[in-house]
C-alpha cells in the first residue's frame, strides 16, 4: 500500500514539475509582471532554458522602462556570472511624468554583498540624436567595479551612497555619435579625462582638457585663405544639482590662445581703409575666463571674460556680469563691456557699455595724433568723445540718443585749412520715431586758397518723423562768421538764420546779414534743378561803406538807399535782376556827387552779364568846376559796361559826352561845350582882377589809352561876342612894367570887345594843360582892331585843386556829407 502511495504521489510531483516546465514562461510572467510592473517596468518578451550544467539560459528578454526599450540576447546566468551576449538600448523622449517636480534623494543603493558578476560583450545604444548607434562592452571584474570599453572607455565603481570614476573622450567619439558634416566641430580636435562623482544629486566631472580649433575661411576675392586656431589646455571642473538644476563650470586654470594667420587680414573688405585696418589688427590673443561661470536652469551667468591681445598692439576687451537666456540670448542679455586700444598708431580708443536686453548705454573716447593714410584730409590731434543711450535696437528702429564730440588741433581737407575745430553732435529718436538731430560746431580760422574765414559758429537742427510715409526733415541752422579775408575784400560780422525743409528735395531760405547789409535768400534744390532767389530790402547805401573802402579808400556813400531782387538757377548757371538806387550822394578824395537815382535790371546766362540800357539821374557833381543836372544812360552788353548819351550843366551852360566803355584800355570819349558862361570857365576868384564875358563852345576828344588820359587836338570857340577886362592884375602889370615895348599892343587888352576867340586844347596825362588862344577883337577907347595870339600851360589837376579849396559852399557839403557817411 505504501509502495501504491508513493507511486501516486512521485508520479504528481512529476506531472507539476512538467507541467511547470511546459508552461515556464506563462507562470513566470504571471508571477513576476506585477511586480516589475509597480517599478514602471514592462516585460514584454522572456524566453529561458535550464542548461545540463544548472544554469539558466536565456534567448532573448524585452524590457520597457518610461519609453526606454531595452532587448538583451544569448543570457547565461548562474551563482557567479551573468554573461550578456548582445543588448540593445534603444533611447527616446521621456514621457511627461506627474513626479517631474519630485526633488533627487542622496544615493542608498541596495548592493548584496555576494551576486553574479555581470558582463555584456557589445551593448549598442540607439537614439534619433546620434550620428550613428553606439557601441561599447561593459565588464565587471570584481565586484561593483565595471570597465567600459568601445566607443567610450572608462571604469565606474558603485558604492552604497556614491557612483564614481572616469572617463576619457576626445573628438573622434563626439564626431562619431554627432552629425558635425558642414559645422564648426568638425574642425575640432580634443582630449579629456574626466573623475566623475555622482551622489544622487550632485554630478561632479574634474580633469584635464585639451582642444585645438582649425578653421580656414576662404576669400571670394582672393586666392588666400585664413586659418583660426584656437588652443585651450589645463584642468576644467564642472558639477551639476539635480535639484536646483545648476550647472557649475569652473575655468580659470584653462588657458586659452587665439592665433590668425597673417592672410587673416584679407577679410577686411577692399576699400581706402583695408591696409590701415590690417595693420591694427592683432594676430595672436588670450582668452581669460571666470573662475565660475554658473547655469541655472535656462540662466547663464558670467562673471568675467577678458580678451587680451599679444604683441605692441594692445586690445584689451572685458566683460563682466553677464546674464543671459540661452533660450532667447538677446532678449534677456545683461552685461558690462570695456574695450581698449593703442596700438603705435591709435593712441587710444576706449569704449564702455552696459547691455540690458534691448537697451545699451555707455560712452567712448578716441584720440589720434594724426589721421590715418587713407584719410582724404591731415590733421592733428583728434580728440572723439560721447555717449550713447539706445533701446529697441534689436528687430526695431532705435530709440533713444547718440552723442559726439569731436575737437581738432588743426586739419588740412580739399585745399581747406583749419585750426581749432571744435563739433558737437546729438541724436535722438523717441517712440513714436520723431528724430532730431543737432548739430553745433566752432572754427577758430579756415583758409582756402586766398580766403581766410575766422571765429565761425554754426548750429543745425533737423526734425523727421521715421513712420510711415515719405520722409520729411525739418531744418534751422545759424551761422555767425567774424571775417572773411581775401586779397580783393573783406568781409566782417557775417550772420545767417535758415530753415528749410528736406524730403524730395531741399527747400530752404537763408536770412543773412553780411557786414550789416541784409539778404534774404530762398532755394529749391533737387536733382532736375536748383532755382534761388535773393530779396534785397529796401536799406541805406552807407552799410556799402566798409565795402567800397576796401576798393577805393577814398570814396565813401554818404546818403541813399539801395534795394534789389535777383533769380535764376544755380544748376544752368543763369539769372535775371533788377536793382535800384535812390537819392545816393558820395564822396570820393575832393570831389563830391549828390542825388545820384537809377533802377536797371538785367541777367546773366553762360557767364555773360547783361544790363539792359538804363537812365540815371545825377543832381549835381562837384570836382571844381560844379555840373549839375547830369543824365545819362549806361548798360552792359555781355559783361563790358558802357556810359552813352550824358547830358548836364556847367559853367551855366551844358556839356554832352557821347559813349565811354568802362575798363576798355583804348577809346576815344567825345566831350561837347555848348553855351559855356566865360566869366565862369575863366575867372579863378575874385581878385584875380581878370573878367571874361560871353558864351562858349567846344569840342575835347578825350583819349583813354592803357589807363593814360590825354586831350588830343581838342577845340574851344568863342559863341557870339564878349569882352575881357583887366584891371589890378599882378602878373599883367609886372609884363606890362618889364616889357615897355610891348605896352600899347597889351594896353588894348584891358579892356577889349571880343569879336571872335579860338583855341586849341590839348591834355597830357600829368595833368598839364596847353592851349592855343587866337583872340579877336575891338578897343573902342582905342578905336582899334586886334588880334591875339597866345598860349598858355597851367596843371589842370593843381587848378581843380584850387578852386576845390576856395570853394566855400562845397567845402561846407563835404562837411556836413562826410559826417553822414561815418
Known amino acids: 500500500m505504501f509502495k501504491r502511495v508513493g507511486l501516486i504521489v512521485g508520479a504528481v510531483l512529476l506531472s ?114 546620434l550620428n550613428k548607434p553606439l557601441k561599447i562592452s561593459i565588464l565587471e571584474p570584481t565586484l561593483n567595479q565595471f570597465n567600459v570599453t568601445g566607443d567610450i572607455n572608462a571604469s565606474a565603481t558603485l558604492a552604497v551612497n556614491k557612483v564614481s570614476g572616469q572617463f576619457l573622450i576626445n573628438d573622434t567619439f563626439l564626431k562619431h555619435v554627432i552629425n558635425t558634416k ?17 551622489d544622487g544629486i550632485e554630478l561632479e566631472l574634474n580633469g584635464d582638457i585639451s582642444s ?15 586659418q583660426i586656431n584656437v588652443l585651450t589646455t589645463g584642468k576644467l571642473a564642472t558639477r551639476f544639482n539635480l535639484n536646483s538644476q545648476v550647472l557649475m563650470f569652473n575655468t580659470d586654470l584653462l588657458n586659452n590662445k587665439i592665433n590668425l594667420t597673417p592672410s587673416c587680414t584679407e577679410l577686411i573688405p577692399p576699400s581706402e581703409y583695408a591696409g590701415f585696418v590690417s595693420k591694427q589688427v592683432p594676430l595672436n590673443w588670450q582668452l581669460k575666463l571666470p573662475q565660475s561661470i554658473r547655469l541655472e536652469g535656462s540662466e547663464l551667468s558670467v562673471p568675467v571674460i577678458n580678451l587680451v591681445s599679444e604683441g605692441d598692439k594692445l586690445f584689451d576687451i572685458l566683460i563682466t556680469d553677464t546674464t543671459l537666456n540661452i533660450t532667447s540670448p538677446l532678449e534677456y542679455l545683461q552685461t558690462n563691456l570695456s574695450a ?17 536686453g534691448a537697451v545699451i548705454k555707455g560712452d567712448y573716447a578716441v584720440m589720434l595724433e594724426d589721421l590715418p593714410e587713407f584719410a582724404p584730409a591731415t590733421a592733428n590731434g583728434l580728440s572723439l568723445s560721447g555717449h550713447f543711450n539706445i533701446s529697441e535696437f534689436i528687430d526695431s528702429k532705435p530709440i533713444g540718443l547718440i552723442n559726439a564730440k569731436l575737437t581738432l588741433n588743426s586739419v588740412d581737407a580739399f585745399d581747406i585749412s583749419a585750426v581749432q575745430y571744435q563739433g558737437d553732435l546729438t541724436a535722438k529718436m523717441d517712440k513714436q520715431l520723431n528724430a532730431e ?9 579756415a583758409e582756402y586758397k586766398e580766403f581766410k574765414v575766422t571765429d565761425i559758429s554754426n548750429t543745425l537742427t533737423a526734425n523727421a518723423n521715421l513712420g510711415v510715409g515719405e520722409l520729411f526733415a525739418d531744418l534751422t541752422a545759424k551761422t555767425n562768421i567774424k571775417a572773411v579775408n581775401s586779397p580783393d575784400i573783406k568781409l566782417n560780422n557775417i550772420k545767417v538764420e535758415s530753415t528749410g525743409l528736406q524730403s524730395r528735395a531741399l527747400k530752404a531760405t537763408h536770412h543773412a546779414f553780411i557786414n550789416d547789409v541784409e539778404l534774404v535768400v530762398n532755394h529749391h534744390m533737387s536733382s532736375q534743378a536748383h532755382p534761388f532767389e535773393v530779396i534785397i530790402p529796401e536799406q541805406s547805401t ?26 535764376g538757377d544755380v ?66 552788353n555781355n559783361n563790358t559796361a558802357l556810359i552813352n548819351d550824358v547830358k548836364g550843366s556847367v559853367f551855366g551852360g551844358e556839356f554832352s559826352l557821347d559813349t565811354y566803355t568802362i575798363g576798355k584800355p583804348n577809346q576815344v570819349a567825345n566831350v561837347k561845350f555848348e553855351n559855356i558862361d566865360a566869366s565862369k570857365l575863366v575867372t579863378l576868384d575874385d581878385k584875380s582882377g581878370i573878367v571874361l564875358t560871353g558864351r562858349l563852345a567846344g569840342s575835347l576828344p578825350v583819349h583813354f589809352d592803357s589807363g593814360k588820359i590825354e586831350i588830343i587836338d581838342g577845340s574851344l570857340f568863342s559863341q557870339g561876342t564878349g569882352n575881357l577886362k583887366i584891371t589890378n592884375n599882378a602878373a599883367f602889370d609886372s609884363v606890362m612894367q618889364q616889357q615897355q615895348e610891348l605896352q600899347p599892343v597889351l594896353g588894348l587888352l584891358t579892356n577889349l570887345d571880343i569879336q571872335k576867340l579860338n583855341s586849341s586844347v590839348a591834355l597830357k596825362n600829368d595833368g598839364w594843360l596847353k592851349l592855343g588862344v587866337n583872340l579877336q577883337g575891338y578897343n573902342k577907347q582905342e578905336q582899334q582892331q586886334v588880334n591875339f595870339n597866345y598860349s598858355h600851360e597851367e596843371n589842370v589837376f593843381t587848378l581843380l585843386r584850387a578852386l576845390r579849396l576856395s570853394d566855400e559852399i562845397t567845402q561846407k557839403v563835404e562837411q556836413q556829407y562826410s559826417q553822414k557817411g561815418n
Not at 585645438?212 to 585664413?226: D, G, L, M
Not at 543737432?438 to 577758430?444: E, F, M, P, R, V
Not at 558820395?586 to 541777367?603: C, I, M, N, Q
Request: a neutral charge; one cysteine or more.
Open 437 to 445: 538731430v543737432a548739430l553745433t560746431q566752432q572754427l577758430k580760422s
Open 182 to 198: 558642414n559645422t564648426l566641430i568638425a574642425d575640432a580636435n580634443f582630449n579629456t579625462q574626466q573623475a566623475f562623482s555622482f
Open 212 to 226: 585645438q580649433f582649425a578653421h580656414t575661411y576662404e576669400f571670394s576675392h582672393t586666392n588666400q585663405q585664413c
Open 542 to 567: 552807407l552799410l556799402l561803406n566798409a565795402l567800397i573802402r576796401q576798393f577805393e579808400p577814398l570814396a565813401q556813400l554818404t546818403e541813399g538807399e539801395f534795394n534789389g531782387y535777383i533769380s
Open 16 to 129: 507539476t514539475l512538467l507541467l511547470g516546465y511546459v508552461f515556464r514562461l506563462p507562470l513566470l510572467q504571471w508571477a513576476i509582471a506585477p511586480e516589475l510592473k509597480k517599478a514602471g517596468i514592462t516585460l514584454s518578451c522572456l524566453d529561458f532554458s535550464i542548461t545540463s550544467e544548472l544554469n539558466i539560459h536565456a534567448d532573448k528578454v524585452c524590457v520597457n522602462y518610461q519609453n526606454q526599450q531595452l532587448q538583451l540576447t544569448g543570457i547565461t546566468a548562474n551563482t557567479k556570472r551573468i554573461d550578456i551576449k548582445n543588448a540593445v538600448l534603444t533611447v527616446n523622449s521621456l514621457p511627461k511624468s506627474d513626479n517631474a517636480n519630485q526633488l533627487a534623494k542622496n544615493l542608498d543603493l541596495a548592493l548584496p554583498l555576494n551576486r553574479p558578476l555581470i558582463s555584456i560583450k557589445q551593448l549598442v545604444v540607439k537614439s534619433d540624436e
Open 571 to 636: 544748376n544752368l548757371q543763369n539769372a535775371s535782376f533788377n536793382m535800384g538806387i535812390s537819392h545816393t550822394s558820395a564822396l570820393y578824395s575832393d570831389y563830391l556827387a549828390s542825388d545820384l537815382s537809377s533802377r536797371f535790371s538785367g541777367e546773366y546766362n553762360s557767364g555773360k552779364l547783361n544790363v539792359k540800357p538804363t537812365t540815371f539821374n545825377l543832381n549835381e557833381f562837384r570836382a571844381g568846376a560844379v555840373v549839375k543836372a547830369i543824365e545819362g544812360q549806361w548798360q552792359v
Open 340 to 356: 581698449q586700444i593703442n596700438t603705435p598708431d591709435i593712441n587710444n580708443i576706449s569704449v564702455n557699455a552696459q547691455l540690458s
